[in-house]
């Protein structure tokens, strides 16, 4: 069974900033990537950012510049720091691992806030 607990959601103004974390547990095959997505109202489900095992990192334009993902390898953690947050970034984040096997697991969800 694997687990994946995420943390560090909340509410923030406009242009604030928060610190997700998404500990990974269980058993499982290796880790290929880790990643988060979002999803908001009424929307399909988008990828935030995207970090390979060897630290290869992808974010859509809509984050780039504003967002970074990190992790750990050791402790089987991902981190994603969200800065210069906007209202359009209110959603549910959610964090993905996708192991060596092309099985995708999914955390339960955090949700993230930017109002005035």
């Known amino acids: 069974q694997v687990q994946l607990v995420e943390s560090g959601g909340g509410l923030v103004q406009p242009g604030g900033s928060l610190r997700l974390s998404c500990a990974a547990s269980?058993?499982?095959?290796?880790?290929?990537?880790m990643g988060w997505y979002r999803q908001a109202p009424g929307n399909q489900r988008e990828l935030v950012a995207r970090?390979?095992?060897?630290?290869?990192?992808n974010y859509p334009g809509s984050v780039k510049g504003r967002f970074t993902i990190s992790r750990d390898n050791a402790k089987n953690t991902v981190y994603l720091q969200m800065n210069s947050l906007k209202p359009e970034d209110t959603a549910v984040y959610y964090c993905?691992?996708?192991?060596?096997?092309?099985?995708?697991?999914w955390g339960q969800g955090t949700q993230v806030t930017v109002s005035s």
């Open positions: 993905n691992v996708l192991a060596h096997t092309g099985v995708n697991y």
């Open positions: 269980g058993s499982f095959s290796s880790i290929l990537a």
């Open positions: 970090i390979t095992q060897g630290g290869s990192t």
